[in-house]
């Protein structure tokens, strides 16, 4: 089973500034596999990235991603005070299917 | 508007059954793979289980296997987790997803992801 670890566990930044998380996996993923989602309190979990950088509908180009193998990013460009939450990392196994989150980055404000 | 609805949770004891349901609107139920996941109190995002949008293909994580039981009626765009023989450690918020399914490009094939998601509904399991 594939394990994903997400660096730092929190992130104190200010709006405006720049956040990179950082997604590991303990074995070789195909990008292709590889997403992101936000949460923020009280509410369900929002696609942000699929394929390890393609953006789902409706998410702004602030947020990208990259990376490839075992290491794995998502850069905030700029943040909003909207972006303040916690990041998870997820991929798709194969054979058989099964699906991992990392435990997560929380983005806090500073 | 496209929605997932999840209903059916409630405070169980250690060893009973609850039904979860996931009530779909919006698009076209029978297109789509599905998923449960669920979140304890304070923790992370852990997978459940899936189903290929015919019910014809089944996943278990290894924490729910043998006693969570995945299922879905097309005909009434629902989605249900039958859960046995539960335990403290199964208390947590449980989440219906759409999985948006497999894509091709140049590169091979892909999953674009959980796209959708329901609100939620709280399982609870304590004596």
């Known amino acids: 089973e594939i394990v994903l670890t997400q660096s730092p566990g929190t992130l104190s930044l200010s709006p405006g500034e720049r956040a990179t998380l950082s997604c590991r996996a303990s074995q070789s993923v195909s990008s292709s596999y590889l997403a992101w989602y936000q949460q923020k309190p009280g509410q369900a979990p929002r696609l942000l990235i699929y394929?390890?950088?393609s953006r789902a509908t409706g998410i702004p180009d602030r947020f990208s991603g990259s990376g490839s193998g075992t290491d794995f990013t998502l850069t905030i460009s700029r943040l909003e005070p909207e972006d303040f939450a916690v990041y998870y990392c997820q991929q798709y196994g194969s054979s058989p299917r099964a699906i991992t989150f990392g435990p997560g980055t929380k983005v806090d404000i500073k | 508007e496209v929605q997932l609805v999840e209903s059916g949770g409630g405070l169980v004891q250690p060893g009973g059954s609850l039904r979860l349901s996931c009530a779909a609107s919006g698009f076209t139920f029978s297109s789509y793979e599905m998923n449960w996941v669920r979140q304890a109190p304070g923790k992370g995002l852990e997978w459940v289980s899936y189903i290929s949008s015919s019910g014809s293909t089944i996943y278990y994580a290894d924490s729910v296997k043998g006693r969570f039981t995945i299922s879905r009626d097309n005909a009434k765009n629902s989605l249900y987790l039958q859960m046995n023989s539960l335990r403290a450690e199964d208390t947590a918020v449980y989440y219906c997803?759409?999985?948006?399914?497999?894509?091709?490009?140049?590169?091979?094939?892909?999953?674009?992801?959980?796209?959708?998601w329901g609100q939620g509904t709280t399982v609870t399991v304590s004596s």
């Open positions: 997803a759409r999985d948006k399914g497999v894509y091709y490009d140049s590169s091979g094939p892909g999953n674009y992801g959980m796209d959708v």
């Open positions: 394929g390890a950088s």
